[in-house]
């Protein structure tokens, strides 16, 4: 399989259609595991990737999962301002309250104060050298690993703030805001993206910014121009200058910043699907020694039929015919919330073009 994914990362078309997934759906791992997820996690996962023919590969546990926060319930953290609520496997983490409370409290902010691994992100793990180097070693052969950096630039000030002190703030002195919050967070991103790009074996590194709501950007485009593009290739150079290239996670409309991306240094997206149409993406990133990941609608995974999830597969596949950088993926992730029928249609679809082993639902088993 790594070896498929190889070829790919070069930019060459690999025997089969490369794949990401994040999976979350306790019955589909133990389905094709035969392994109590919750008893037997890490190896329920690791059976699991390698009969799904998922390539590239983020969550990896290491320790059996907790039990799920009950449905309807939140769990609140021990010590961190943040709740979990059910999601699948894993529970979702949402922050409770934020490092200001009012706008006018931004600019007295100690940024020295603020570490990536006090932020309890929607990652599974972190971005630490030992932490990599742990879950390499634990996927193995299996698949690629790589580690998410989910605080690139725009999200340091979405995790820390909260939206309402970033919007206002962040607009009405847009000058001071980059001075004084977004600089310090360009030195914590370029250390850490140094860190994963010395330690990773993935020939990629994964760097995420939600610049963008569902219906577009969420400053004029002026704003982002001044604040944060001129800021991207400094981060993107610390992976850049030892041999990774670079691709940009984002949900929303990312259509306005397409070519910027491309412009700074970007190599490819993986990006939420349909908020970005697919044709937007493959016109900047379909293009040959770029990487598009993405494609599947996970809402549709959710709430569409059995046939209708086979189409849009398949629909997809056309489309991605001519560009040998793509990859098929649900980048929402595989989480509990999705019908198991559904969930079986779409790696029966995923068979069909090449993305997973016609024996999925078996292989798994010892």
């Given amino acids: 399989m790594q070896e498929d994914f190889l070829v790919w990362s070069e930019g060459k078309r690999p025997s089969k259609v490369i794949s990401k997934e994040t999976l979350n759906h306790p019955s589909l791992i133990e389905m094709v595991s035969g392994l109590d997820v919750y008893q037997h996690t890490r190896e329920a996962y690791l059976r699991a990737y390698e009969a799904l023919g998922i390539d590239l590969v983020n969550r990896v546990p290491i320790d059996n999962a907790p039990p799920p926060t009950p449905e309807g319930q939140i769990r609140t953290h021990p010590s961190l301002p943040y709740g979990f609520s059910a999601l699948g496997v894993f529970d979702t983490a949402m922050r409770r309250n934020y490092a200001v409370k009012q706008p006018e409290e931004v600019f007295d ?68 805001f980059e001075e004084h919050f977004l600089r310090p967070c360009v030195e914590k991103s370029k250390a850490i993206v140094r860190a994963i790009a010395e330690t990773t074996e993935c020939p990629f590194v994964f760097l995420h910014d939600d610049l963008a709501s569902a219906s577009g950007p969420m400053f004029r ?47 490819g997206i993986m990006y939420e699907n349909p908020a970005t149409p697919i044709e937007e993406v493959l016109a900047v990133f379909g293009q040959p020694g770029r990487f598009h990941i993405g494609g599947i609608e996970t809402a549709k995974l959710t709430t569409g039929s059995p046939s209708q999830v086979r189409e849009m597969v398949l629909g997809l596949a056309a489309k991605m015919e001519h560009c040998p950088g793509s990859a098929i993926s649900s980048c929402g992730g595989l989480h509990g919330n999705i019908p198991l029928e559904n969930l079986e249609a779409y790696f029966d679809a995923r068979a069909e073009i090449g993305a997973t082993p016609k024996d999925w639902r078996t292989r798994g088993h010892v």
């Fill in 221 to 267: 485009l002026s704003w982002y121009d001044e604040c944060i593009f001129p800021h991207y290739p400094a981060i993107f150079a610390e992976a850049k200058q030892r041999g990774k290239k670079v691709i940009v996670v984002a949900d929303g409309n990312m259509t306005a910043f397409l070519d910027r991306l491309a412009a700074a240094g970007a190599d």
């Fill in 109 to 176: 902010l100690d940024l020295r104060t603020i570490r990536f691994e006090d932020l309890v992100v929607p990652v599974p793990h972190s971005c630490q050298p030992a932490d990599i180097r742990l879950r390499q070693q634990a996927l193995g052969a299996i698949g690629q690993y790589y580690p998410l950096y989910y605080t690139t630039l725009f999200m340091w000030a979405v995790e820390v703030l909260g939206w309402e002190s970033f919007l206002i703030s962040a607009a009405t002195e847009p000058r001071r």
